[in-house]
């Protein structure tokens, strides 16, 4: 199992990105989706979910109406659109799977009921 992750990189406050995260042997369609990411001196927090066949979505209240998580079953890829970035979305960015396919916010935001995840990518927001 392969997740790998990138798009990450510097960008001023109010600027945008987007990270993909492509997937490989794992049955991708049938996978909830999360993106964490982790600050220097700071435990992994949740960022966004998506549960198999992008159902449903959730967000940290921190990043609601900015990010928008989704997802490509054809191409076995998961995204994170970033807008109106701020300085505290300054992190290492990972994604992470599970297989799981029942809905609630409780099931996707805790980082261990994800087995696979990525290496993680730099995003940095300067102010």
């Known amino acids: 199992v392969q997740l790998q992750v990138s798009g990450g990189g510097l960008v001023q406050a109010g600027g945008s990105l987007r990270l993909s995260c492509a997937s490989r042997g794992l049955p991708f369609s049938g996978y909830g989706m999360g993106w964490f990411r982790q600050a220097p001196g700071k435990e992994r927090e949740f960022v966004a979910a998506?549960?198999?066949?992008?159902?449903?979505?959730y967000y940290a209240d921190s990043v609601q109406g900015r990010f928008i998580i989704s997802r490509d079953d054809a191409k076995n890829t998961v995204y994170l659109q970033m807008n109106s970035l701020k300085p505290e979305d300054t992190a290492v960015y990972y994604c992470?799977?599970?297989?799981?396919?029942?809905?609630?916010?409780?099931?996707?935001?805790?980082?261990?009921?994800?087995?696979?995840w990525g290496q993680g990518t730099l995003v940095t927001v300067s102010s």
């Open positions: 992470a799977a599970q297989n799981i396919k029942i809905s609630g916010s409780y099931y996707y935001i805790t980082p261990a009921r994800y087995p696979y």
């Open positions: 998506i549960t198999w066949r992008g159902i449903n979505s």
